[in-house]
């Protein structure tokens, strides 16, 4: 961990799902990430993917963060497959208020179920 991404931070949602202070139907949980549903899912299948630590977001990652964002990285289509989305997915980031980004803790949205619009 390192100082910029180390704390859990005080009004993060996120961080509140991560330690059990706010609800959520997790899908998949281990020592380093959690996923549960959107609580407004934007498709028949919408899963958050969050690394326990907080991290604010792509732009604030830190070179010793890369062991954790690859893990995350490594887990999202096993989760896909999970929640029964083995002819793929869309993993969408959002990163900054220009980027749609409303909760800042780094999260990978998992969205699937229905033929989505090609980009
Ligand atoms: P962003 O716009 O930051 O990329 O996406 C944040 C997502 O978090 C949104 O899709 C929103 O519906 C979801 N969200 C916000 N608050 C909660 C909550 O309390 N629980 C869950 N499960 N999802 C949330
Ligand atoms: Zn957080």
Do not use: W
């Amino acid at each position: 961990m390192n100082g910029v991404n180390a704390m859990p931070a005080p009004d993060c949602i996120f961080c509140k799902i991560v330690n059990g202070e706010l609800p959520a139907e997790k899908v998949y949980e281990d020592d380093r990430i959690i996923a549960f549903k959107d609580i407004s899912p934007k498709a028949k299948i919408h899963i958050l993917a969050v690394p326990r630590q907080h991290i604010t977001s792509l732009a604030t990652l830190q070179p010793d963060n890369s062991a954790l964002i690859s893990h995350l990285m490594m887990q999202l289509s096993k989760i896909a497959r999970e929640q029964g989305l083995p002819e793929g997915f869309r993993t969408v980031i959002n990163t900054g208020p220009a980027g749609g980004q409303l909760v800042n803790h780094l999260h990978a949205h998992i969205l699937g179920g229905s033929k989505l619009t090609v980009m």
